[in-house]
């Protein structure tokens, strides 16, 4: 594929608000997750929450996309210079030129979640705004409006992979010429249905999630929102960051367990590494998924060493996060940027003893180390596949 | 203007529309529309564990895209999807709301995992045996326009078919209060680069164009009323009359999707 240029990238979850908190978390080690204290909510588990974000206020014209989702991505947009980032693009593309392509696997459904609770008699539900909360489109038609954009306004929805494919659909939207840029990413935040979701199937971590660790067992659930400019590369882009390749599976296997051997994961990554027209060893840090959950783990760490082998280092970064879902992808582009700046691999937090099964390269402490180019996984129920090259563009 | 993309297959599920083949003369006004009830069909690509797990909405989104790859001639497991869906299963979503205010807030592990917006998406790729791309769209009432928009972008950016599919069924209570609804429909086209047997079609973005949406042949101007997949209609008669012609669909919050449709 072309290569993107990253113009500019935000993130707030548990372990920041804003890329300097993320990044000074990120090296001191410092993760963000605590016990859950929300209410109803599954018993005895850990969470990413975003505190911060529960009393920003919309701007008052937009307040009718008041929700928790909304406020989140209102917090994140206003950090790292993000907006005045955007409105450099207005001006140099126009408005109408830039596309708003954003995933959510929830979107605002935790205001649903609270109508739901004061039904009355009848079960009706009292009077709320379902369009700009609880529909998909309500997030990408909050930052378009917000941040004032014309263009093409794309919600993704593909589970945990949501906020990768916003980078890659926004880059085929370009490569179309509906758009010459985009605004893509993600927003995620904390609700009941997918907590006792995913304590349903018996996913939720005891304390604080472990990946790739001998004694995991699980996920923590984290809430994020992240965000970035991608247009296409010039040639005076040399060094700077980018988007370097993207690929794409489906497993077509099982609704919510991941292929055994990561066939689909495999895939994700061949393509990626193909479409970045690069070999696995150009890679220098490949950020998993790496949710903590026995079989996502084992998976993909098989996946990893069967293009890898052992040779490039490997690590999840859910550990401060905890996982974030539609996020998730974004919020570790946010992270891949980071690591290529500072010259830094995380190791996973949290791990006792590495599990002694994997062959990845998988490591647990921190590392610097010069990082040119990372590579992204993320995957989902449905089988949904994403695999994203970020680097420093020649 | 994108370049032309052609359509090489089509899959239609409306009330009164059971399958491109009976629709067609219909939609072209030569034959009478007769709105009968639709009932999903029971996805018999599926393995009988998974098939019995689907609701009226992924039912809809199958059996359509079914048609439309039959017609195409190409092999299911070889085509990149694009499912669009304002409302997904939403029986799915309210059953675990439901679940979650019930004394023992237990939901049912299968219902999770169904609940995900792209549960479409994940059982035709169980059924076509794909490992294909696939992404899954939101988009409210301008669902169709902007999943179609999104399908074009990856014919043209990556030279490859897609199979797009556009599936809606009404919200049941008590959210259908909040959002109405009142018909069941899905349509699947197979774009392809360059011509197809069905017609081709270039699309253009207009950032301010406040849009009507386009008149309908008598009857039909109720259905798409009553579900956003619906607003596929005036293309699907369009391709149906075989007429060459220019269309637009409203997108946000001013903006349109232009059509030029080519038989």
């Known amino acids: 594929m072309t290569p993107f240029r990253i113009t500019t990238i935000t993130a707030t979850s548990a372990m920041g608000v804003g890329l300097d908190a993320t990044r000074a978390a990120l090296w001191a080690r410092r993760g963000g997750l605590r016990p859950c204290d929300l209410p109803a909510m599954p018993e005895g588990v850990w969470f990413g929450r975003v505190a911060e974000a529960e009393a920003v206020a919309l701007p008052e014209d937009l307040a009718a996309f008041a929700c928790r989702n909304a406020r989140l991505a209102e917090l994140a947009l206003c950090q790292d210079g993000f907006v005045a980032a955007i409105e450099a693009a207005k001006a140099r593309h126009g408005a109408g030129r830039i596309a708003v392509v954003l995933g959510t696997s929830t979107s605002g459904i935790e205001e649903t979640e609270q109508a739901w609770a004061r039904r009355g008699a009848n079960g009706a539900l009292p009077a709320y705004d379902f369009a700009r909360t609880h529909d998909l489109h309500a997030l990408p038609r909050y930052l378009r409006a917000r941040l004032g954009l014309d263009g093409p306004c794309i919600s993704i929805s593909t589970a945990c992979t949501s906020g990768a494919r916003s980078f890659l659909d926004a880059a085929a939207l370009i490569e179309a010429g509906f758009a010459d840029a985009a605004v893509v990413g993600g927003a995620d935040t904390l609700c009941r249905l997918t907590l006792h979701g995913f304590g349903s199937l018996e996913l939720l971590a005891h304390g604080p999630t472990r990946p790739c660790a001998e004694d995991r067992d699980g996920i923590s659930i984290g809430e994020a929102a992240a965000f970035a400019l991608i247009e296409r590369a010039m040639p005076g882009d040399a060094g700077r960051i980018g988007l370097l390749g993207a690929g794409a599976s489906s497993d077509g296997h099982h609704m919510s367990s991941p292929h055994p051997e990561g066939l689909g994961a495999v895939a994700a990554m061949r393509g990626a590494l193909d479409s970045a027209g690069l070999a696995a060893a150009d890679i220098d840090y490949v950020n998993m998924h790496g949710t903590g959950t026995r079989a996502n783990d084992a998976m993909e760490d098989r996946a990893i060493a069967r293009i890898f082998g052992d040779a490039v280092p490997c690590s999840s970064t859910k550990g401060w996060t905890g996982h974030t879902l539609g996020a998730s992808g974004a919020l570790e582009a946010a992270i891949a940027a980071i690591c290529i700046e500072d010259g830094l691999i995380p190791g996973c937090l949290n791990v006792g003893r590495l599990d002694p099964a994997f062959t990845a390269g998988v490591v647990v402490t921190n590392r610097a180390a010069r990082v040119d180019r990372v590579l992204s996984n993320s995957f989902g129920f449905g089988g949904s596949n994403c695999a994203l090259v970020f680097g420093r563009l020649a | ?263």
């Open chain 2, 1 to 263: 203007m994108t370049p032309a993309v052609g359509i090489a297959g089509i899959g239609l599920l409306g009330p009164g529309l059971a399958g491109w083949a009976a629709a067609r003369p219909v939609l072209a006004g030569l034959a009478p529309h007769e709105p009968a009830p639709l009932v999903p069909p029971v996805p018999a690509l599926l393995p009988a564990t998974e098939r019995r797990r689907t609701g009226p909405s992924v039912r809809l989104a199958l059996a359509v895209a079914a048609e439309a790859v039959q017609h195409s001639g190409l092999a299911p497991e070889d085509l990149d999807t694009v499912f669009a869906s304002s409302n997904g299963e939403a029986q799915v979503i309210v059953s675990i709301l439901e679940a979650l205010h019930a004394p023992d807030g237990a939901i049912s592990p299968t219902q999770f995992h169904n609940s995900v917006h792209n549960a479409a998406a994940g059982y035709w790729g169980i059924a076509a045996g794909s490992a294909r791309s696939s992404v899954s769209l939101g988009g409210h009432d301008v669902v169709f326009a902007t999943g179609l928009m999104q399908a074009v972008a990856q014919v043209v950016a990556w030279r490859a078919p897609v199979l797009f599919v556009t599936h809606d069924v009404p919200l049941p209570p008590p959210l259908t209060a909040l959002r109405p609804g009142d018909a069941s429909f899905a349509v699947a086209l197979v774009l392809v680069p360059g011509g197809g047997a069905y017609g081709a079609l270039r699309l253009g973005y207009s950032a301010q164009a406040a849009t009507a949406e386009p008149p309908l042949p008598t009857g039909f101007d109720a259905i798409r009323a009553g579900n956003p997949a619906a607003r596929a209609l005036p293309l699907l008669v369009a391709l149906a009359t075989g007429r060459a012609m220019t269309l637009s669909l409203a997108l946000p919050e001013a903006a349109a999707l232009d059509i030029a449709v080519a038989p």
